[in-house]
């Protein structure tokens, strides 16, 4: 039975890769419309040119860019400190909230 059990949470992970464990955009959504609002406006459309749109962006893409600013791999000095504290699973649930919400048209 236990292999079975295993066998299928592999088989899940592999299929569905971070889907499996599913990012909680409700979770962002304090950090998202408070300090990310700022600059990336309320649902992810920027007022300004020099601040990219968040809404509509592909989750993984939002975190890896999230990951590489907390690493130092990408450097700016806004985004580096803001993503600087930021854990994994914080950073996987405002991909998943800027994801989630509708892109500029």
């Known amino acids: ?24 955009p409700e979770a962002a959504k304090p950090t998202a ?7 990336h406006g309320p649902k992810g ?4 040119g ?7 962006q592909k989750a993984d ?6 990951k590489a600013f907390r690493g130092k791999t990408r450097v700016n ?6 993503a600087a504290n930021l854990k994994d699973d914080e950073i996987e649930n405002l991909a998943a909230y800027f994801a989630s919400l ?3 048209e």
């Open 1 to 24: 039975m236990y292999a079975k059990i295993t066998g299928f949470t592999l088989l899940a992970t592999l299929l569905f890769g971070n889907a499996a464990f599913a990012a909680n």
């Open 33 to 39: 419309t408070g300090v990310c609002a700022s600059c």
């Open 45 to 48: 459309i920027s007022a300004a």
């Open 50 to 56: 020099m601040f990219p749109n968040l809404a509509g």
């Open 61 to 66: 893409y939002l975190s890896a860019q999230l």
């Open 77 to 82: 000095p806004m985004m580096s400190p803001m």
């Open 102 to 104: 509708k892109a500029c």
